[in-house]
């Protein structure tokens, strides 16, 4: 029985202090932001005159950085427990606040977005204060090609609910209304759900994981029609308005805020596709361990070795994250045990707190972290990531201003993936026993297979969907199955046997309605295993790169801030290090 929120000790709970030091602060800024909106309001039609524009960036700049604490700070409140009436009223009052701002004040972004290169180059030589605005006006300039008129702008606006309901349609069908038939194995009923379905997968028993893998497709086989035209209704609907906003593909439309070109996707799958082999060799490496003839999809979430039965205390997670990260320096270190000495962790389950992890925070308090610790080493390995996240924001709110130092989700999970890469490198040398140490090399692989080829493999299938529907083709049951059928023939590898299934798996997956979003795991996981490999490796100016990378914010263009830290994903070679790494772990761990 988990400890209500009164029993856990004050040291494993957060301070929140940090924020407001009481509801009735909060109270104070909600009326202060509520105020605010008029004198926003106040200067429509003039941010073309570069004196009103910086005074109008500093009411901005000081109206927002409020409003993000106040959003934060209720949410985070609400998430302690989700029973609590008090903070879920402020939790929508502050929500319903942030969209009427939102909706008042489209025309920043029609103003600013209409102004070229050389407005701006006029207005900073007319005051040079707006010189530190610069890739901020930039960045809203380059959209002026994509911006349509006031009425049509308007009339999409209102559109866009509609829009997302294919969404909607989808997670209702996923999350609420599915229905799975239950079935008997060893005179016991196995009634599946979601998560029911991925625990059995990791079952020894091989005919029980057979069944809940036929048993758990057959209401999205059941229902394939009607998910394929909800997913079509959603990808025809990107492809519409990718056109209507000037852009020449959904693909180049969803790239475009992260300054990303093609090539980084191509270069991307390119790679995976060059280096299949090592997936044929992981498949051949499993079949062996496992004892089987043929290696089907439903085997393939099995571990090879048990779980290592330890349990890790809250502190011997600090501890042993804190050696793993050692190699950073003393500078990342003394900002991670400031981090645990401030108290704005909160650690422990208990009813009523939201389930799961996170890392969030306001530029006007700080990084927090969000727990449901339990002492697996999954918590261990989760607390490292969500540490990677939290000061990656602090880094960037001590060395940028309020408008730089949100990084882009580009680069958002780099420094997360990169504390996971260090642990479990340091995990595997720290080992007490061969298994202890084929525990962690193997989770390291399957972390690349599941990051680097599956994602890549779905990133290509959404490639492949939207330049159908953009030649015209019809998107229906059998045309999308095909297309998820010839990746799974791809990206698979050779000795995996595809069940038929299988073919279907794409109706069951919730990132292809936000289209062109997954690819960004794998260029993550890239990236953070490059930078980890040259911290790791004590190559020069490694850590010195990375710390800078830390503090990058959003101040430039994200792949030139990758560039400013020794990696470039315009090319291939941060890829390949991902792929040589798999080689490695393989090799490592086939020795043992």
Known sequence: MNKTRDQIEEKYKWDLSVMYLSDASWEEDYRKVERGLSQILGFKGSLADPRILEQFMQVYIDHSVTKENLYVYAHVRFFEDTRNAIYEEMKGRIELLVSKISAETVFIKKELSSLSQDNIDTMIRENAHLGRYRFFLESYARYKPHILSEETETVLAELEIALKKPDDVFSAFHNTNISFTAFEHKRETIRLTHAKYAQLLESYDRTLRQKAFEHYYRPY????????????????????????????????????????????????????????????????????????????????????????????????????????????????????DATIRARVIDVFESPGKRAGAFSWGSYASRGLIFLNYTEKFSDVSTFAHEFGHCLHRDYSIEKQPFIYYQNPIFLAEIASTFNEALLFDHMSKIAGSIEEKKFFLYHSMKRIEATFYRQTMFANFEKEVHEMAESGKVLIAKSITDIYRKNLDTFLGKGMVIDEQLNYEWARIPHFYNAFYVYKYATSLSAAIALSERVISGEKDAVEDYLTFLGAGSHKEPLEILKDAGIDLTGKGAYEVTVNKFRKLLKEYKSL
Not at 291 to 303: A, K, R, S, T
């Open 221 to 336: 086989r059941q229902h394939i029609d009607v998910l394929a035209n909800t997913y079509a209704a959603n990808v025809l609907a990107d492809i519409k308005l990718a056109k209507v906003r000037n852009y020449p593909s959904m693909l180049e439309m969803s790239l475009f805020p992260d300054y990303v070109p093609i090539t980084v996707f191509s270069n991307l799958v390119e790679v995976a596709k060059e280096n299949i082999n090592v997936i044929s060799e992981f498949n051949a490496l499993k079949s062996e361990a496992l004892g089987i003839e043929e290696l089907h999809f439903y085997d393939n979430y099995v571990p090879l070795v048990e779980e290592i039965d330890k349990k890790y205390s809250y502190e011997e997670a600090i501890d042993l994250v804190r050696a793993a990260l050692e190699p950073l320096g003393t500078a990342y270190l003394r900002k991670y």
